[in-house]
């Protein structure tokens, strides 16, 4: 399966791009809500293109949603396996848009959502280059079993996460923060007291924050926020 379509937002400097911020949407979710948390980001990366393709499979039951892949089993190996059969899609639009643009992984930070999360810690992790940054929001890490056999690349992951998700609970950001922590990745974590399965002010400045770092080795301006790492 191939990514054709999404949501996208050009450059606010007007000129070709400099970075790609790519946005991995959620279960039952699409790039044009993904997208939305690009005008929060895009001041403090005037030179970045946001990119938040639609997973390639529809979600059944949602009209306008897509999945990377059918949360049907969550076991273990259902997740890990569910993630891989997805990773080539993501893969193939990452070097398509990078080549495209004249950038590499250098200039790429993955930030997921839920199953997006997944997907980017996935991908993330995996890829022969490193990337500039991950960041994940109220998700999980899958396939960490074979992760320790594996060649592996270390970009710096920021997780965020709200204390009263109920759809996928706070225990899979210390999870996940662990098992990063074990394989040598440079991780913070910041979880939001209160906080459903959702981002909030306090997660859009850090996530903003944290990529900015990454991809041009400055600090966005009027930071509030601390990354507990």
């Not at 999404?6 to 790519?22: C, H, R, W």
């Not at 960041?135 to 056999?149: D, F, Q, R």
């Not at 009263?164 to 999870?175: E, K």
């Not at 770092?213 to 601390?226: E, M, N, P, Q």
Request: proline letters at 6%; charged letters at 15%.
């Amino acid at each position: 399966m191939k990514i054709v379509n999404g949501s996208s937002l050009q450059p606010l400097s007007g000129g070709a791009p400099k970075q790609i911020v790519m946005l991995l949407h959620g279960y039952g979710s699409n790039g044009a809500d993904m997208i939305s948390l690009a005008p929060h980001w895009r001041q403090a990366l005037p030179d970045a293109l946001f990119l938040a393709p639609n997973a390639p499979q529809r979600c059944g039951g949602v009209a306008s949603g897509f999945q990377w892949w059918e949360l049907a089993v969550f076991t273990p190996q259902a997740l890990a396996a569910g993630a891989a059969a997805a990773a080539p899609a993501i893969d193939d639009f990452i070097a398509r848009k990078l080549e495209q643009y004249g950038l590499t992984e250098a200039d790429l930070a993955l930030v997921g959502f839920s199953q997006g999360t997944m997907m980017a810690l996935h991908v993330g992790l995996r890829r022969e280059r490193q990337l500039a940054a991950i960041v994940g929001y109220s998700g999980a890490i899958t396939g960490t079993a074979e992760l320790s056999h594996q060649a592996i690349t270390t970009p710096p992951v920021l997780l965020v996460h709200g204390s009263a998700d109920p759809i996928v609970p706070v225990s899979a950001l210390h999870a996940a923060e662990a098992e990063l922590r074990r394989l040598g990745v440079d991780v913070a974590t910041h979880v939001s007291p209160g906080l459903a399965h959702s981002v909030d002010p306090d997660g859009l400045r850090l996530g903003r924050d944290f990529v900015v770092k990454a991809l041009t080795g400055s600090s966005a301006a009027a930071t509030d926020a601390t990354i507990d790492s």
